[in-house]
């Protein structure tokens, strides 16, 4: 326990353990790190728990927000489980919005920063510290990046920024550049604002990781819907109204768009193609934001993120990371690997605090056991307009990648029986591994009812199953919700014939 | 084999084996036997395969009976995955319609019965045997029970029976006697035909087994769709038009109905109440139809069953039992059951037909390993007007009079965040037993989205999994389908709370 002796009244600069509470330090506030705090106070409540969060908000529902963009939530507060104040006086958790954290001095147990808006720098002393720092958008440096009208999302003001622009401009035409999670929630909220829609996509591999007959299932789908899909067609530049490059007759359209002014983005080039554009959505992926750890000297791992054990506990004694500024262990391959997911963060962020208070309970905290976090299989869902996606666990590549001898089966049937009035067809497509019959990852798309699905698969990768196993499963049957043998059964049955 | 020499080419008697083909013949034609004869046809094309069926109709989803009656599905042919005509062309098996078995002669190995219709008598040896004969809707014994206008509904021709009736009579006022699967369906079914429904139901227990928090929220939706449920009503007799003991004031009433001459239902005596009714239906659950054998003297188990093992063998050799005639073995209690389960069917018919196939092929089947059906967990789920319910494993009551120490655990959740513009309430029930937590079993209950999530318990159940691997399940999250913690994990975490 360090023995500083700044007031705690001072915002400036406060020491830990002033009270003689020990303190626990979050860094960031969303779903990690709310999780994280709040962890540690139900354990240790009379731990000093202060969560320090650059932004306005905490605790939202960052899925959410595409929603909130598309129209289907209109009340940001909605997506807010916490406000600063709520979290206080339901936990006894001390929120600091606006604080950016600058400087982390692990030898001093310090952190310092300046407080967004006044521009005050602030110190803060810590005995047990969690990052949760989460990841920040990619955003190329491409000509034209900068431009008004291009816009990345990630966070609650992200999403309040573009619906304002949206509210204003009454924009026509995007693009949105990327195809994974994001840019396929984003596609569909702007359709739902009545825009043009062009996802272009970097490279002409199936969406998401899908084999590709899912992959198909969900493009058509996209372009029923009113959805132009560009395969293989890398983002090159954004093009400036007024700039010689712009986009061919498209000037002359966007009578209702944004600032007629030069200088806003009047279209992309993507693969060969000038496309029209008065709203660009970058969409590209994420990447850990551990500038602060890589700053402090803490070990960094795949996708440069923080990498942590089952404990969420990095490369220094005493301070933890969890969510999407840090690894997570992949459960089929025991790998650590990068990826985000809301619930491994909220996992992974509740398994931080409890261990980081559990470091400060002295004595009353030995033996008990420390929580962990045994990691994730990447479990994804998604509505596509009316068809729905699912993937858990490792696709043919990966598992390829992994070293591990593995073959896919893709079967086609459906959400219901075939008289019933209701359903659609339902693709399920398998990787396990050859010989042994290990289940390796599975993909569901098709109608709706069916993602959810996927949490099957999920349950049998957790238990380790094999495919005759998956087969024998004894899952609900009524027309309503699934033909006699559902798909998934099916698919494992066939599955079975090839490995 | 025998070594009788009957002519095949009789239709009244047939002996086995003239044609140097081993024959196996199946008694009864839906799930389970036609399961049974297209899986021996499959490993064993050279068999001669008979099917009997006493019936015009083979291989019905019988599940969608309710959704014939109640309009969802206008024609009959789409509930039959095999005419007797395509399942000779596609699959070569003989199928023999309005066949009824009355007589196996185990000695002698053969079958004695009539046609239907003709009255013709035939006989008909066998090499190996299936007895897929289903199960009977009880009907007891009370005063008025064999009056026009009272039902029950198990084949495609009681479906189509009771639909005539429903097409040419408008009957308004219907009595349901029984809340099971059957109740529940055909209280949907007659409902979207306008009638008015009361639900009959003999003990004041909760619908289903189900925890009573979750049989409340099925009950309410019964009734905010114009369902009236009695519980503790049992039923006494059917009261007839033109009788003293008639409902007071209800003929009158019943311009529209059937037949207004004496002799027609006019209401039900049940519990302390008249109540008025010009259409009764019985669905007061099943009985298997093992009187066959048990002439033979083939033992029977649970509820009357023929009792079959793992591989579907009854007490004589070489001969197999399938489906709703037959036992099942109990996954969670290793105990022998009588449940009735459409994909337990299937499975059940499948292996019978296996074992029966390789029983003939002499030494070729030699050392293949014998098909297994494991058992079953009894999964089940059922749409409930708007809402939805499913159920796994054993119930609290099963689970402790199974001799287990269990404890139940119930939560109520959302299908969606609270913040998305669809779903609602969601109610899990988890039993476990204490100490080591182990899984037993599962409900679910509430809006659009529930019903299928049995499938993950069905799952963990299957696995054996305890109540901490169940809540570290990766499952999916997206705010279309599933708060970031899905109901069941909330629910595994406040159970482990509790064992």
């Known amino acids: 326990m360090t023995g500083w002796s700044a007031s705690r009244s001072s915002a400036s600069e406060w020491g830990a353990s002033t009270r003689g509470a020990p303190r626990l330090v979050v860094v960031g506030g969303d779903a990690a790190g709310m999780s994280a705090a709040a962890q540690a ?90 990052l949760a720092t989460g990841a920040r958008p990619l955003r190329p440096p491409l000509p034209g990046v900068e431009l008004p009208g291009v816009f990345t999302l990630r966070s609650l003001s992200d999403g ?21 999670y ?65 986009a061919s007759g498209s000037e002359g359209a966007l009578a209702t768009g944004p600032p007629e002014s030069s200088g806003s983005v009047v279209g992309v080039r993507a693969g060969g193609e000038d496309l029209a554009a008065d709203l660009v959505l970058l969409a590209l992926g994420v990447r850990p ?34 969510g999407d500024c840090a690894t997570q262990i992949h459960r089929v391959t025991g790998r650590i690997v990068y990826v985000t997911q809301a619930l491994a963060a909220n996992r992974q962020g509740r398994v931080a605090g409890a261990n980081a208070a559990m470091d400060l309970l002295g004595s009353s905290g030995d033996g008990r056991p420390r929580p962990e976090h045994p990691g994730t299989l990447g479990t994804a869902v998604l509505r596509i307009f009316d068809a729905e996606v699912g993937l858990v666990g490792l696709g043919l590549a990966a598992a390829r990648e992994a070293g591990l001898d ?29 010989r042994t019959g290990r289940l390796l990852g599975g993909q569901v798309a098709g109608a709706a009812g069916a993602a959810k699905r996927v949490d099957t ?8 199953m094999d495919l005759a196993a998956l087969a024998e499963l004894d899952l609900g049957y009524a027309p309503h919700f699934s033909p006699v043998r559902d798909p998934i059964l099916i698919a494992a049955r066939q599955a079975l014939r090839r490995v």
């Open 41 to 130: 106070k139900r354990l240790a409540p009379e731990l000093e728990v202060v969560v320090l969060e650059e932004g306005p908000h905490i605790s939202y529902a960052a899925c959410g927000i595409s929603l909130l963009v598309g129209g289907a939530v209109s009340d940001p507060s909605d997506l807010l489980a916490f406000t600063p104040e709520s979290a206080g006086e339901l936990r006894g958790i001390q929120v600091r919005v606006w604080h950016r954290v600058q400087e982390l001095d692990l030898g001093r147990r310090r952190l310092a920063g300046v407080v967004a808006g006044s521009g005050e720098s602030f110190s803060l002393g810590f005995d047990s510290l969690v």
């Open 160 to 180: 309040l920024r573009l619906r304002q622009w949206l509210d204003r401009w009454a924009p026509r035409r995007a693009v949105v550049a990327g195809a994974g």
């Open 182 to 246: 994001v840019g396929l929630d984003m596609a569909q909220a702007l359709r739902a604002r009545s825009m043009a829609v062009t996802i272009v996509k970097d490279r002409p591999t199936p969406l998401l990781g899908l084999e590709p007959e899912l992959s198909a299932l969900a493009e058509e789908e996209l372009v029923r819907n009113g959805c132009l899909l560009l395969r293989d067609a890398p983002l090159f530049c954004i093009l400036e109204r007024g700039s010689a490059s712009a």
């Open 289 to 322: 934001r551990s500038r602060l750890a890589e700053g402090a000297g803490l070990r960094l791992g795949h996708g440069g993120a923080v990498e942590v054990d089952s404990r969420a506990r990095t490369s220094a004694p005493g301070v933890y990371a969890a």
């Open 406 to 434: 593995a073959v896919a089966t893709v079967i086609t049937s459906r959400t219901n029986p075939g008289y019933y009035p209701t359903g659609g067809p339902m693709k399920v497509a398998l990787i396990a591994e050859r």
């Open 457 to 464: 698969l999920a349950t049998a990768l957790h238990a380790g």
